[in-house]
């Protein structure tokens, strides 16, 4: 017994003064199970079933994801912990995420547990803006939050893909006894929080080969693509023809083999500058030509408004936000959307000839450099925000549905640079460091 106490003692932890408070310090009892386990088989040594087996920690496995803000962050999360549940079915799943926010209810609908801690948001520009006067201390407070949720869950591994709640959870991670951090960076340019993260972090995994050489510490770096959750739908056991009925039921030309349909994808919130060029044209491309389709996604914070604008029309399909996206791109000839990481990644994983827009809002130019990669990769076609109207925009989707040639290459070239076993190389590489 003694040895067993000895033991036990030796396993508190010892946290940097920085984060030690009475209602933050860790019990005795909180330890990692290999050793807890083997010191209560001190106690009954003639008990065969007291003593672990191998593969314990991965039986016993507890994964908490920190990730949100946008589709983006969300749901390569809800892929990889989809594809742990595979895996290993008693996997243990928690999701930290910003309360009343896209996650929250992304998250709980996915089937997964989800408790709520406090975002860090890096007001822009940096050095100029007065709201990150405070930014020391909400990442404090943030910080706190995360590791006292943490502690009480007791993960074996932290998974950290992006979002402002990202940053300070994975922090927190790092002050948590013999807990791994894995962070998944989506872009083919890690921002700023992830590149301090990869100093912390055990294994970061990133979607493009030339993403490596953006972190310190290369050897870190899995590339693995981009966790894209593609539907059985997409196994050929759906038609072009059945995908197209679900989006027209009203057109009496949604079975036709010329049909060409265009898929907008406004983003998860909505991308006004792409909203409105598709408003100034679509109407005319429609009734210009019988056997084009459009489906249309607005964002959830724009479709109120384009609904009152737009005319209803068979061969149109507006929503504010696309709940059967495999369905959608396996309707669709060619894609107009955003430059967000996930979204390049799924254009190449369904391979889709398309034509992106970056945003010129998003932090550190990180959807004009997914653009230009996209085009290199899969020669897809770029048009700026600047240089965005509805004469260039519908001379665009005009030229490439207009060269059949063009488009099959387009396609060949998405296909060959996807990965489609992004998932599940990213949750065997999260099991091989608990085993």
Same mark, same amino acid.
């Given at each position: 017994?003694?040895?067993?106490?000895?033991?036990?003692?030796?396993?508190?932890?010892?946290?940097?003064?920085?984060?030690?408070?009475?209602? @933050?310090?860790?019990?005795?009892?909180?330890?990692?199970?290999?050793?807890?386990?083997?010191?209560?088989?001190?106690?009954?040594?003639?008990?065969?079933?007291?003593?672990? %087996?191998? /593969?314990?920690?991965?039986?016993?496995?507890?994964? *908490?994801?920190?990730?949100?803000?946008?589709?983006?962050?969300?749901?390569?999360?809800?892929?990889?912990?989809?594809?742990?549940?595979?895996?290993?079915?008693?996997?243990?799943?928690?999701?930290?995420?910003?309360?009343?926010?896209?996650?929250?209810?992304?998250?709980?609908?996915?089937?997964?547990?989800? $408790?709520?801690?406090?975002?860090?948001?890096?007001?822009?520009?940096?050095?100029?803006?007065?709201?990150?006067?405070?930014?020391?201390?909400? @990442?404090?407070?943030?910080?706190?939050?995360?590791?006292?949720?943490?502690?009480?869950?007791?993960?074996?591994?932290?998974?950290?893909?992006?979002?402002?709640?990202?940053?300070?959870?994975?922090?927190?991670?790092?002050?948590?006894? =013999?807990?791994?951090?894995?962070?998944?960076?989506?872009?083919?340019?890690?921002?700023?929080?992830?590149?301090?993260?990869?100093?912390?972090?055990?294994?970061?995994?990133?979607?493009?080969?030339?993403?490596?050489?953006?972190?310190?510490?290369?050897?870190?770096?899995?590339?693995?693509?981009?966790?894209?959750?593609? %539907?059985?739908?997409?196994?050929?056991?759906?038609?072009?023809?059945?995908?197209?009925?679900?989006?027209?039921?009203?057109?009496? /030309?949604?079975?036709?083999?010329?049909?060409?349909?265009?898929?907008?994808?406004?983003?998860?919130?909505?991308? /006004? *500058?792409?909203?409105?060029?598709?408003?100034?044209?679509?109407?005319?491309?429609?009734?210009?030509?019988?056997?084009?389709?459009?489906?249309?996604?607005?964002?959830?914070?724009?479709?109120?408004?384009?609904?009152?604008?737009?005319?209803?029309?068979?061969?149109?399909?507006?929503?504010?936000?696309?709940?059967?996206?495999?369905?959608?791109?396996?309707?669709?000839?060619?894609?107009?959307?955003?430059?967000?990481?996930?979204?390049? %990644?799924?254009?190449?994983?369904?391979?889709?000839?398309?034509?992106?827009?970056?945003?010129?809002?998003?932090?550190?130019?990180?959807?004009?450099? /997914?653009?230009?990669?996209?085009?290199?990769? *899969? =020669?897809?076609?770029?048009?700026?925000?600047?240089?965005?109207?509805?004469?260039?925009?519908?001379?665009?989707?005009?030229?490439?549905?207009?060269? $059949?040639?063009?488009?099959?290459?387009?396609? $060949?070239?998405?296909?060959?640079?996807?990965?489609?076993?992004?998932?599940?190389?990213?949750?065997?590489?999260?099991?091989?460091?608990?085993?």
């Amino acid at each position: 017994m003694a040895a067993t106490s000895i033991s036990l003692l030796s396993l508190s932890p010892n946290l940097p003064t920085t984060l030690s408070s009475p209602s @933050l310090s860790l019990p005795i009892s909180r330890t990692t199970n290999f050793k807890i386990v083997s010191c209560l088989s001190i106690k009954q040594p003639h008990d065969p079933k007291t003593i672990p %087996s191998q /593969n314990d920690a991965v039986v016993s496995l507890r994964v *908490a994801f920190a990730g949100g803000g946008t589709g983006g962050h969300i749901y390569p999360a809800v892929a990889i912990a989809d594809e742990l549940k595979r895996t290993n079915p008693t996997t243990q799943i928690l999701f930290l995420g910003t309360p009343d926010s896209m996650e929250s209810t992304a998250i709980t609908a996915a089937g997964y547990a989800f $408790e709520p801690v406090s975002a860090v948001r890096l007001a822009r520009p940096v050095l100029f803006s007065l709201q990150n006067l405070l930014l020391p201390f909400r @990442l404090v407070k943030s910080t706190l939050q995360s590791f006292s949720k943490l502690r009480d869950f007791n993960p074996h591994l932290v998974v950290g893909t992006g979002g402002y709640v990202s940053f300070p959870t994975c922090l927190a991670s790092v002050f948590l006894k =013999d807990t791994k951090l894995v962070i998944q960076e989506q872009n083919s340019v890690p921002g700023v929080a992830n590149w301090v993260l990869s100093h912390f972090s055990d294994v970061v995994f990133v979607a493009f080969n030339s993403t490596v050489d953006c972190f310190p510490k290369r050897t870190k770096c899995v590339v693995s693509g981009n966790p894209v959750r593609l %539907s059985s739908n997409y196994d050929g056991s759906v038609s072009k023809a059945a995908a197209m009925a679900r989006f027209f039921p009203r057109s009496r /030309n949604a079975g036709d083999e010329e049909a060409k349909v265009v898929l907008v994808l406004g983003g998860s919130l909505g991308a /006004n *500058a792409v909203n409105i060029a598709m408003l100034n044209v679509y109407y005319q491309m429609l009734m210009e030509n019988e056997k084009l389709f459009i489906i249309w996604q607005t964002g959830v914070e724009a479709f109120n408004e384009m609904e009152s604008l737009v005319k209803n029309h068979p061969n149109l399909h507006l929503t504010p936000f696309m709940h059967s996206m495999d369905l959608a791109y396996l309707a669709g000839d060619l894609v107009i959307s955003r430059a967000g990481a996930m979204t390049c %990644s799924e254009i190449l994983a369904h391979g889709k000839p398309s034509i992106l827009i970056p945003s010129p809002n998003v932090a550190e130019g990180h959807q004009f450099k /997914n653009a230009s990669l996209m085009a290199d990769l *899969a =020669d897809a076609r770029i048009i700026i925000e600047d240089e965005l109207d509805s004469t260039t925009l519908k001379n665009s989707i005009e030229e490439l549905l207009g060269d $059949e040639k063009k488009m099959a290459d387009m396609s $060949e070239r998405a296909l060959k640079a996807a990965k489609l076993n992004a998932s599940a190389e990213i949750a065997q590489h999260i099991l091989s460091l608990v085993d």
